[in-house]
């Protein structure tokens, strides 16, 4: 079973950075071939996303955000895929997150990345760092499930 890290923007304050993780659970629900690693399938950004806020306030989202760099470093080990969204909803936060993660998988060129974007002459995609990390380029969300599902089942172990 092949492992696929959904790696992207995450702000409560934009539904969008929820919503195509949620396109890419759906397409492959149930499948026997993969299983996705969401970063926002836990309590602490579900609740952040109805309280439309960037972080449990308090010593929670301390405590929490010192965990997220050392936990997404985790996703991406356990990961052989990666779907990578380079749209920056929103504007108030870079997608340091996702450059960290990007670098992370150039450390692992056997894993596969796969990046979308609603314009893909935007400097977050044209940057060398991101063209040396990402192997191939789609439209959307779907277009990447779609090749995803094309070239990793049924490879046969050799």
């Given at each position: 079973?092949?492992?696929?890290?959904l790696?992207?923007?995450?702000?409560?304050?934009?539904?969008?950075?929820?919503?195509?993780?949620?396109?890419?659970?759906?397409?492959?629900?149930?499948?026997?071939?993969?299983?996705?690693?969401?970063p926002?399938?836990?309590?602490?950004?579900?609740?952040?996303?109805?309280?439309?806020?960037?972080?449990?306030?308090?010593?929670?989202?301390?405590?929490?955000?010192?965990?997220?760099?050392?936990k997404?470093?985790?996703?991406?080990?356990?990961?052989?895929?990666?779907?990578?969204?380079m749209?920056?909803?929103?504007?108030d936060?870079?997608l340091?997150?996702?450059?960290?993660?990007?670098?992370?998988?150039?450390?692992?060129?056997?894993?596969?990345?796969?990046?979308?974007?609603?314009?893909?002459?935007?400097?977050?995609?044209?940057?060398?760092?991101?063209?040396?990390?990402?192997?191939?380029?789609c439209?959307?969300?779907?277009?990447?499930c779609?090749?995803?599902?094309?070239?990793?089942?049924?490879?046969?172990s050799?």
């Open positions: 079973m092949e492992a696929i890290y790696v992207g923007q995450i702000s409560p304050k934009y539904e969008e950075t929820y919503a195509w993780r949620k396109d890419v659970r759906d397409y492959f629900y149930g499948s026997e071939y993969f299983k996705i690693i969401d926002c399938s836990n309590s602490f950004n579900k609740n952040g996303l109805k309280e439309k806020k960037y972080a449990i306030e308090g010593t929670k989202r301390t405590f929490g955000l010192d965990l997220l760099v050392p997404d470093l985790t996703f991406v080990k356990k990961s052989s895929i990666a779907v990578v969204n749209n920056q909803y929103d504007p936060k870079p340091i997150g996702s450059y960290f993660e990007l670098a992370w998988y150039y450390m692992f060129p056997e894993k596969a990345v796969i990046a979308f974007s609603n314009n893909l002459n935007d400097y977050n995609c044209k940057h060398p760092f991101v063209s040396q990390a990402v192997d191939v380029w439209n959307n969300q779907i277009e990447a779609e090749l995803v599902e094309e070239y990793f089942i049924n490879i046969e050799v």
